[in-house]
């Protein structure tokens, strides 16, 4: 593991001012090891129920501030859950590991900031538990292909320098041939993958959008160049990779934005080692406006034109969709692998025919064509 000196100079652990650490967790070897990493941020212990935890203030300017502290902390729950996906759209299948909440990084429409019941950054320091829970469900359905990802709730590797989590997974995965896992980031700190033996069960993503979204609406998220480089590293280093246009966001001039984003990325990454391409239209709760909106006061995107989707969602108008799906796909398929899945997230059927011509039932669904993506990119 590098030191946290050698890692990048854009590595969104470094704005984390403030270390809080359940005092049952104190003790704990991943505490330790995270402590002993840290370097001139104040470490204070604090009581189980987070009772003394500072207060930052009315919700949700807290969210913030609440982005430099860190608490360190038990996870009494359940670690592996399938993803909330709806009935109503299409779903990839998909498992998701949660490994802490919230991140330190910043995009205005991250749903996040609608979920969370506290503004602080959490991670969990019993991974013992993590392990065997994983063990335990791959022991009780052996045969069951399952992708599973730590990107739910937080980004997979924003906190990395200092956790060192990626590592103690991607070589708990390295012999696991029915699953792959996948860490998805906004951030290029990929060091510690370096050198590990994956077995190739470990896929590396990154959340892609235009340039001028990422410059506007991102904030403290590693810029595209540094994503792509990041990306190439990894596809150096054997690894498949990942990358998922989420959330598509209309704006004038998108169409040469996104076309800018995908020549590049094209031009970085070799599309003989992308195992899939996801793409999603912007899409919110209710709430996210409201909050998104006092925060960042200047963003203008949530001022289009929106309808109520079938999971309560704000989203484009069909034909908006449609159109930016067709105009991204047009570009995609200009270059990718055909064996790179190329896919739509929550989107129903008629989206579906629509921008691809099939519907995903027709090739044995979606969980199908990305299993087999797995199987065969790389
Ligand atoms: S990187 Fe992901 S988790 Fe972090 S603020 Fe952005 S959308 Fe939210």
Not at 57 to 85: D, Q
Not at 125 to 132: K, M, Q, R, S
Not at 147 to 155: A, L, N, P, Q, S
Not at 195 to 215: F, Q
Request: overall charge neutral; aromatic content about 10%; hydrophobic content about 40%.
């Amino acid at each position: 593991m590098k030191s946290r000196k050698q890692q990048s100079a854009t590595d969104p652990a470094g704005y984390i001012s403030m270390i809080h650490v359940e005092s049952d967790c104190i003790d704990h070897p991943v505490t330790r090891q995270i402590l002993e990493r840290v370097e001139n941020i104040p470490i204070e212990v604090i009581s189980s129920d987070n009772s003394s935890m500072p207060d930052l203030g009315i919700y949700p300017r807290s969210l913030t501030g609440g982005k430099r502290h860190l608490l360190l902390a038990k996870n009494r729950g359940k670690f592996f859950k399938p993803c909330p996906g709806t009935r109503e759209y299409v779903c990839c299948d998909y498992q998701v590991l949660n490994i802490g909440m919230n991140c330190p990084m910043d995009c205005v429409y991250c749903i996040l900031q609608a979920y969370l019941n506290n503004p602080y950054l959490s991670f969990y320091v019993n991974i013992e538990d993590l392990l065997t829970e994983l063990s335990a469900a791959f022991a009780h359905d052996p045969k069951h292909f399952r992708r599973i990802g730590t990107g739910e709730f937080t980004d997979s590797l924003a906190l990395d320098s200092l956790t060192g989590l990626s590592s103690v997974l991607v070589k708990f995965m390295r012999d696991k041939d029915s699953a792959v896992l996948e860490l998805k980031t906004k951030s290029a700190v990929i060091e510690n993958l370096e050198g590990l033996d994956h077995g190739g069960r470990t896929i590396v993503a990154w959340s892609l959008n235009s340039p001028a979204i990422m410059g506007k609406e991102e904030i403290r998220t590693a810029s595209l160049e540094q994503r792509l480089a990041a990306a190439a590293k990894c596809a150096s280093w054997g690894y498949r990779v990942a990358f998922h246009f989420d959330p598509i966001i209309y704006y004038a001039g998108w169409q040469q934005g996104y076309s800018e984003t995908i020549d590049r990325l094209f031009a970085t990454v070799p599309k003989e080692q992308i195992a899939w391409v996801s793409m999603g239209c912007l899409r919110y709760l209710p709430s996210l406006k409201k909050i998104a909106g006092q925060r960042f006061p200047q963003s203008r995107f949530f001022h289009e034109e929106f309808i109520t989707g079938l999971d309560g969602k704000a989203r484009y108008f069909r034909t908006l969709r449609v159109e930016m799906y067709k105009s991204l796909y047009k570009e995609l398929i200009r270059y990718a692998d055909p064996r790179t899945c190329i896919y739509l997230c929550m989107e129903n059927n008629e989206i579906w025919q629509e921008v691809f011509g099939f519907i995903p039932e027709e090739v044995g669904g979606l969980p199908q064509m990305l299993d087999e993506a797995v199987r065969q990119v790389g």
